[in-house]
């Protein structure tokens, strides 16, 4: 059974770069069948997909994130990682880790001075 979990700081101030860690167990991400996405839902608004990592490395990204994100692994620590670069307050959400049939418990990330 695939578990994640997601790390990182709770609040990051405006113009910053916010940098989370979703840590694997019961699967490898160099070798599943299928691709590690970074999701986000802003208070009272849907679920947001951000990107992808598959297993080979490629990623993938959201176009409305234009550029911002950076989705990178570490083999080694079976954790792959997430950096949004020049967050503003409209950043603000709970960050989730995920892979197909399978969610971390979510990290709230608030972005204010």
């Known amino acids: 059974q695939v578990q ?3 790390s990182g700081p709770g609040l ?5 770069t916010l940098s ?3 840590t694997v167990s019961g699967g490898s991400i160099i070798t599943s069948s299928y691709a590690w996405h970074w999701i986000r839902q802003p208070p009272g608004k849907g679920l947001e ?3 992808v990592i598959a297993y080979d490395g490629s990623t993938y990204y959201s176009p409305s994130l234009k550029s911002r ?3 990178s692994r570490d083999a080694s620590k079976n954790q792959f990682s997430l950096q949004l670069n020049s ?5 603000t959400a709970v960050y989730y880790c995920y892979y197909p049939g399978y969610w971390g ?3 709230q ?3 204010s001075s």
């Open 12 to 16: 990051v101030k405006p113009s910053q």
């Open 105 to 107: 418990q979510g990290t």
């Open 20 to 22: 989370l860690t979703c």
């Open 49 to 51: 997909w951000m990107g």
């Open 4 to 6: 994640l979990q997601e």
């Open 87 to 91: 967050v503003t307050p409209e950043d």
């Open 109 to 111: 990330v608030t972005v």
């Open 69 to 71: 994100a950076s989705i």
